[in-house]
């Protein structure tokens, strides 16, 4: 049961709240235990002939109050435990994602989206059925147990309860010989399910490109293989605990029969009322239930510990890129006019990455500094560690070695939420969120944006011509992943998003590869009117040559930096050469364009 020390802050902060369900369950059970005593009595008048009017009434009249007392006290636990469990389940959600909310990318990149899904959906769901429905039944069948015992030898003495109760130890043996192997198979189920739900993911993620090339069948096969799966580990779960039930019934059925024959003849004898027996035989039905709830306990608690136990695990993961204990601010310089000098300077010094031990380096003595409001711009070819640079920017990973100083303070030593309200970001693959155009721009207030700035931002973007053509303009609803606009809309919204934000820093991770040349011109022009710091990365020169720095990165290492004019002068250079393919490349476009205007014209 460690696994649930993990709830413990919750129990302790709402035992009020489960101390009144459980007070009102054991209520019920009180008087519940109370009317096989009435039956008693009154089979005990029938009996000997003493049943009159009076007595008849009060017997139905104890038993109708009675009745109200159990209807009262199961409303009274339904909403105290019940509803506390609901509320276990919010905060217990609520601490799972925030715990995600702070991991790291590393963390991320180890595991699959189904995996976490599967933990806030259905891992909650077993705790919270082990803490409601659970709680009631273990309370309910010790309760029940202990007091029915109590009731039946204060009935009818002990030797006599001692026959009706031979199925005790039986049924104690069968509970303890199944709890261990319930405990694997729930565990078993909970990480198949984490299969299941990945699979579903990734197949309706990617379902666009499973039509394109046809596969339909062949991932339909797949599902089914999972889905299998899941299915046969389900089934041997069930096989198990679907035994309590007829193991218990049997057992308690031949402990009521051996009972009725020894409560017959110990009437025949005198020595046992009708009553006592009538008794007697409602306290070893009512027995039935706890003693099933036991095995119901058992098959609930073991598959909340199984949830529990992947809940811990997640809880437990330590990120690599932490917080400091005490985080300072970034000093920024006193100038008079602030808005003319709104950027920061940012220093690389001597840093060397990479993203495990055992992989090679990413980056290797990786030096530069971009002051205030230049622009800065990173080029080279796939894979030489442009995005990582600005991944260590954005502190998404620590340095292996060196240093990142903005400001000039340590990066490690910031707050995250001061580096990410300084820095505005736009990642290479541009994500959308499925809300309107405007709610996707202004993402970084607190939903009560300002239409105006809405609209400058898609302006500065190039993309408010396209929202104003839609029906709906900036209240259009985008789909999932912005699924109804084109790549280059995509990249453009987000842009207009970091505008938005207004920070220090624009930091554009190759974002204006799906724009045209003619729209990614005007995108540039706005940037040079923005007076703040800009970092860029672009397999395009066209795209970086107005920068004030550009670096150009091969295996990890700095081989050029300059300007574009004092690039193009090292001929041999990848940059120059770069420029030359690019330029080359089109000339040829604009070239085969004008024949193929000239031939359709003379067609």
Known sequence: MREYQTIFPFISANKRRYFLGIFALLFVDAANLLIPQIMRIFADWAQFGELTRDRIIWAAGVI???????????????????????????WLRDKLFKKYLSLDDQFF????????MAHVTNDVLMVRHS?????????????????????????VGLRTSLVALLALPFITIVVLAMSKPLHQRSREVQDTFSELSNEVQENISGINNIK????????????????NKYQEKNMGMLRISVLFDPLIELISGISLVVFIIYGINRIREGSLTLGDFIAVLNYLRMMVWPLVAIGLVVNSFQRGIAAMGRINEILAVQPKVSEADSPTRIEQEDTQDRDSNPGLNIE??????????NLPWVLQGVSFELKDAQSLAILGRTGTGKSTVLNLLLR?????????????????????KELYEKIAFVEQESFIFSRTIADNIAFSSDGNYDPERVRLAAEFSQVAGDIEAMPDQYDTWVGERGVTLSGGQKQRLAIARAYYQDSDLLVLDDSLSAVDTNTEREILD??????RGLIMVSQRVSTVQRADQILVLESGVISQRGNHKSLLQDTDGFYARLYQRQLLERKLGEESG???QHGSKQL
């Open 594 to 596: 004008e024949v193929t």
């Open 212 to 227: 394109a090339f046809g596969i339909e069948d062949r991932r339909s096969a797949d599902f089914y293989e999972v889905n």
């Open 348 to 357: 690389f010094r001597d840093v060397w990455f990479r993203y495990e031990e």
């Open 526 to 531: 706005h940037l040079d009117e923005v007076q």
């Open 109 to 116: 990149n180890h595991h699959r989206t189904g995996d976490l």
């Open 64 to 90: 109708l109050l009675l009745g109200l007392m159990v209807a009262v006290g199961r409303y009274g636990w339904r909403v105290y435990i019940f509803g506390t469990a609901r509320r276990l389940e919010y």
């Open 396 to 416: 998404r990973y620590d340095v292996s070695s060196g240093q990142i100083l903005i400001n000039g303070t340590d990066i490690r030593d910031i707050a995250f």
């Open 131 to 155: 803490m409601g429905g659970g709680i009631i039944m273990i309370i309910d069948a010790v309760f029940m147990t202990l007091f029915t015992v109590i009731m039946m030898i204060y009935t």
